[in-house]
Nanobody
Framework: QVQLVESGGGLVQPEGSLRLSCAAS????????MNWYRQAPGKERELVAF????????KYADFVKNRFTISRDNAKNTVYLQMNSLQPEDAAVYYC?????????WGKGTLVTVSS
């Protein structure tokens, strides 16, 4: 079955960096586009970044452009989110998402806290 397991969250000071990872299994990872979403308390879940399958073309939400980088390692079935210049407003639970067979699959999320 499809499994997505996020890791790498934690507490970071403003302007700091974190690298999130999402280990995937149960589907053909290399051909599957992957997404990172986030959800802050009291807010709706929002798309942060997208990466296509084999060509690894990336797109970003405007609020993370030039700060976050999504990448994937198809040999490791893993997608990453490098987050730089983190701000308090970036604090949220970050989720990995994969559309597989017409369904959306989600990991359990990893918490990112940005505070001095």
């Amino acid at each position: 079955q499809v499994q997505l397991v996020e890791s790498g969250g934690g507490l970071v000071q403003p302007e700091g960096s974190l690298r999130l990872s999402c280990a995937a299994s149960g589907f053909t990872f290399s051909r599957t586009p992957m997404n990172w979403y986030r959800q802050a308390p009291g807010k709706e879940r929002e798309l942060v970044a997208f990466i296509s399958g084999i060509l690894a073309l990336a797109k970003y939400a405007d609020f993370v452009k030039n700060r976050f980088t999504i990448s994937r390692d198809n040999a490791k079935n893993t997608v990453y989110l490098q987050m730089n210049s983190l701000q308090p407003e970036d604090a949220a639970v970050y989720y990995c998402n994969a559309p597989v067979g017409g369904m959306d699959y989600w990991g359990k999320g990893t918490l990112v806290t940005v505070s001095s």
